[in-house]
């Protein structure tokens, strides 16, 4: 069992930054890809960000890259998402992930709100 906990969340102006936390406790955390995703009312949820066990490898759609990086540190068992540059299409609710080694998302944090005033 993996338990995660989302923090940084908040209210900005477009076209700033905020970063993202996400603490985990349990099982290994080192073991498991991680990923980051968002939800906004009404849309289908939608990830953002993904991560390798090591963290040398990284993912992201088109709609964040270049703005959104996602991090990690394996001896502070936490994964981070930096993200610039922010838009209020970027507003939702984000949940972070733990993926098993099939690459299913098995454990999910509770969420954080970010919302990007325009």
């Known amino acids: 069992q993996v338990q995660l906990v989302e923090s940084g969340g908040g209210l900005v102006p477009a076209g700033d930054s905020l970063r993202l936390s996400c603490a985990a406790s349990?099982?290994?955390?080192?073991?498991?890809?991680m990923g980051w995703s968002r939800q906004a009312p009404g849309k289908e949820r939608e990830f953002v960000a993904r991560i390798s066990p090591s963290g040398s490898s990284k993912y992201y759609p088109d709609s964040v890259k270049g703005r959104f990086t996602i991090s990690r540190d394996n001896a502070k068992n936490t994964v981070y998402l930096q993200m610039n540059n922010l838009k209020p299409e970027d507003t939702a609710v984000y949940y972070c992930?733990?993926?098993?080694?099939?690459?299913?998302?098995?454990?999910w944090g509770q969420g954080t709100q970010v919302t990007v005033s325009s």
């Open positions: 349990g099982r290994t955390f080192s073991a498991y890809a």
């Open positions: 992930a733990a993926a098993d080694g099939l690459g299913a998302y098995v454990y």
